[in-house]
Nanobody
Framework: QVQLVESGGGLVQAGGSLRLACAASGGTFSTLHMGWFRQAPGKEREFVAGINRSGSITTYAEPVKGRFTISRDNAKNTLFLQMNTLKPEDTATYYC?????????????????WGQGTQVTVSS
């Protein structure tokens, strides 16, 4: 069983930055495909960014391209999401997810494990 714990959320002004982290345990981190999703009140959970096992391939949702960067440190069993130039539209609960097998990176159903979420609020 894999456990995922997100951290780094908070309240920031528009234009500011945050770095989220996801600490993984209970499995071999380097074998897991990882992703970030977010969900705003009243909205469907949506894909934000994904990264393959080695970190050599990344995928981003269009609204965050050029502003967010996903990365991983396999030696520390940690996934990151650097969020720059934040907008009020980025306000949501952000979730870390892990998949044991490759699949459709943008679909939540492809992931086997989920963290508890961390709140990101961006004020105008």
């Amino acid at each position: 069983q894999v456990q995922l714990v997100e951290s780094g959320g908070g309240l920031v002004q528009a234009g500011g930055s945050l770095r989220l982290a996801c600490a993984a345990s209970g499995g071999t981190f380097s074998t897991l495909h990882m992703g970030w999703f977010r969900q705003a009140p009243g909205k469907e959970r949506e894909f934000v960014a994904g990264i393959n096992r080695s970190g050599s391939i990344t995928t981003y949702a269009e609204p965050v391209k050029g502003r967010f960067t996903i990365s991983r440190d396999n030696a520390k069993n940690t996934l990151f999401l650097q969020m720059n130039t934040l907008k009020p539209e980025d306000t949501a609960t952000y979730y870390c997810a892990a998949a044991r097998s490759p699949g459709l990176v943008t679909r939540s159903g492809a992931y086997d494990y989920w963290g508890q979420g961390t709140q990101v609020t961006v004020s105008s």
